[in-house]
């Protein structure tokens, strides 16, 4: 069994998923004279979609109006003034999360519609919010959306045509107005489309959608992972995992990633990708439990990504807000808390965790401007504590505390779902892949440190593991706590064994980091295979469930659930 970039959950008997524009043109077209909504993110390639789908209803002989909704918003300068304010606007890096809607963006003026005209098919982000009869969704997963908007193929919502969209709107704007469009509108879709090829999309019964999620939510299962080549990449990635690389070099591989990743269901012939915003959307119950959803609200809360150095460079030293902060600024409710387990290392390997016990705050910032300010490098070490990597040891990382991993060693990193949020101390006056030196962002960063984070601070950051409980041929150990973080990480040493488990309310989210390969078997039956490296969610609804190990030799399976 080896690891699994592109896992797929089966649809029910005798379901199919519909590929191409022919079916969607069939299903308008038995209706009479409606209005049709096809809602979805501004990324979507909305001209082949809908000018395709044009075509299709022509050769069914039914007229059609199409409407791009976005004519109806407010000017751009108007909408950048809405959405983009506060100390970030002049920002590079970062923008405050909008916490307003689509409608915000709108005019008062509607479409003119007759129902006894052709069919009209109303479209763009935003469409659900006209008077309609039918509702679809075409929906792109966000990988896409990145790569698209960073390729400079699409634009941000409400920009004019023509124009270049960023990333900073994308992640900070855009994405936080789709997804609570498309939260608010999941329950009623007719139709939802998978619009990755606008030429040929795939598509499922609103209806059927539901039920495919429900089953999802009801049994373990792995959103698709996703990677992303750094400057500081390392091989491991690609050696040891099989992640293609045009170079063997990758570096960062998210492993659960709830705002940005999906789910393929499959009918056998064909797949088809929702993203876990919608699985979310229908389902926080199932998947979180009433404790974790009366906290979060349906927001899956923990991540899971892999930091990989071996024969790459050193991370950045950085931190990451805290909670004041985190909603003061950035407008996020969570502050964004970390650790590192170390899966793989190399003797020299080292983990910045926390200052010096002798740490001049001021010094240490005079010297970071003065690095930023010449492009020369400066001893870090002067300032940040070093640890040696060791392997399966982990490393407690609450918000504020300057860290990083350096070269030779694999990470998989366990946090609060907030990400996007680096603040860097120091890059080693690297160039990213584009020749541009990375920047560095000392004014967030400083305003964040902890600067008691030092001498016993840190070194309760680094705990012995505790035993939690044994059994015939296995052993779970807590790896430690802090009061700052919410979540709690624990580890399932297999040798021969099956541990016995239950979410008892809650989630719980595995990873193997030892051992070929386990299977998780509920009490339902549903048994899903588990892999070395990869991830798995196992909801709430779940309830009782057995880790069995496969194959000889020791197992470690990572667990990390919800403090309660």
């Not at 990743?261 to 439990?289: I, K, P, Q, R, Y």
């Not at 404790?291 to 892999?306: E, K, V």
Request: hydrophobic share 40%.
């Amino acid at each position: 069994m080896s690891y699994e970039r592109e896992p797929r959950y089966r649809l029910a008997a005798g379901t199919r998923i519909d590929v191409g524009l022919d079916h969607l043109a069939a299903d308008i077209g038995r209706l009479g004279s409606v209005v049709v909504a096809v809602d979805g993110p501004a990324a979507v390639d909305w001209p082949v979609l809908i000018g395709s789908l044009s075509d299709r209803l022509a050769d069914l002989g039914r007229a059609v109006l199409t409407i791009d909704v976005r004519d109806f918003l407010k000017p751009w300068t108007e909408i950048e003034r809405r959405t983009d304010g506060g100390a970030l606007r002049s920002d590079p890096v970062f923008a405050r999360v909008f916490e307003g809607t689509l409608l915000d963006l709108f005019t008062t003026d509607q479409p003119e519609l007759r129902r006894d005209g052709p069919i009209a098919v109303l479209f763009g982000p935003g469409s659900a919010l006209m008077p309609h009869d039918v509702l679809w969704y075409a929906d792109l997963p966000k990988r896409l959306a990145l790569e698209a908007i960073s390729n400079g193929r699409a634009r941000n919502i409400g920009q004019p045509p023509g124009a270049t969209g960023t990333v900073r709107r994308l992640l900070f704007i855009d994405w936080t107005m789709e997804d609570r469009q498309r939260r608010s509108l999941a329950s009623r879709w007719g139709r939802y489309v998978d619009a990755s090829n606008a030429r040929e999309p795939r598509s499922l019964a609103g209806d059927v959608l539901r039920s495919a999620l429900r089953d999802v939510a009801s049994a373990p299962f792995r959103p698709i992972p996703t990677f992303q080549i750094q400057p500081w990449g390392g091989r491991w990635l690609h050696d040891v995992l099989g992640v293609p690389s045009p170079t063997g070099k990758i570096g960062l591989g998210f492993e659960v990633l709830a705002p940005e990743h999906g789910m393929s269901l499959t009918d056998g012939d064909a797949d088809l990708e929702v993203s876990f915003e919608t699985l979310m959307a229908l389902e926080a119950d199932a998947l979180l439990g009433a404790g974790a959803l009366a906290r979060f609200g349906p927001w899956f809360p923990i991540r899971f990504d892999y930091l990989d150095t071996v024969d790459g460079g050193d991370l950045s030293v950085h931190c990451h807000p805290r909670a004041q902060y985190m909603r003061d600024v950035f407008g996020l409710p969570v502050a964004q808390h970390e650790s590192y387990y170390v899966v793989a290392t190399r003797p020299a390997a080292r983990i910045f965790l926390g200052l010096r016990d002798d740490a001049d705050v001021a010094a240490f910032r005079d010297s970071a401007a003065w690095s930023r300010a010449s492009s020369a490098p400066f001893p870090i070490e002067e300032f940040v504590r070093t640890f040696p990597a060791v392997a399966h040891q982990l490393y407690l990382i609450p918000a504020g505390t300057p860290h990083g991993s350096s070269e030779g060693s694999v990470v998989l990193e366990i946090s609060s779902t907030p990400y996007l949020y680096s603040l860097r101390f120091y890059d080693w006056v690297r160039a990213d892949r584009n020749g541009a030196l990375r920047p560095v962002q000392l004014e967030h960063a400083f305003a964040n440190l902890d600067p008691d984070r030092r001498g016993p601070e840190v070194g309760q950051l680094v705990r012995e593991p505790s035993v939690v409980r044994t059994g015939p041929g296995f052993v779970e150990r807590d790896l430690g706590r802090h009061p700052d973080l919410f979540f709690a990480v624990r580890r399932l040493e297999l040798d021969g064994g099956i541990a016995p488990e239950d979410t008892a309310g809650g989630f719980h989210a595995l990873a193997l980091v030892e051992g070929r390969s386990a299977m998780v078997e509920t009490a339902r039956g549903d048994a899903h295979p588990l892999a070395f490296g990869e991830s798995l969610i196992v909801p709430a609804s779940v309830g009782p469930y057995r880790v069995l190990p496969i194959g000889d030799g020791p197992h470690k399976v990572i667990k990390a659930f919800v403090d309660p």
